[in-house]
Nanobody, 113 residues
Framework: QVQLVESGGGLVQPGGSLRLSCAAS????????MGWYRQVPGKQRELVAS???????NYADSVKGRFTISRDNSKKTVYLQMNSLKPEDTAVYYC???????WGQGTQVTVSS
């Protein structure tokens, strides 16, 4: 069974930065395609960014130019660098291993003054 553990969330002022980490362990899985998602109460979980093993990335329009997804294959860890944060970025952020469909437990990001 794949385990995904997110960290790095917290409270930050508008315009600030945070870096989320997602460490993967356990199971036999490819770590081929990883995604970061976010969810606010009452709304569907949405894809923020994804990255494949070769490093190709995809971003939601709302975060392009502000967020950067990256990965360290040797550590089986994926990162989400979030800059120029806005109040509307407030959400619980989840990572997902797309091949197995495994989710982490989520980490809260709150952008507020």
């Amino acid at each position: 069974q794949v385990q995904l553990v997110e960290s790095g969330g917290g409270l930050v002022q508008p315009g600030g930065s945070l870096r989320l980490s997602c460490a993967a362990s356990g199971g036999i899985f490819s770590f081929l395609l990883m995604g970061w998602y976010r969810q606010v109460p009452g709304k569907q979980r949405e894809l923020v960014a994804s990255i494949n093993r070769g490093g190709s990335t995809n971003y939601a329009d709302s975060v392009k130019g502000r967020f950067t997804i990256s990965r360290d294959n040797s550590k089986k860890t994926v990162y989400l660098q979030m800059n120029s944060l806005k109040p509307e970025d407030t959400a619980v952020y989840y990572c997902k291993e797309e091949i197995t469909g495994s989710w982490g437990q989520g980490t809260q990001v709150t952008v507020s003054s």
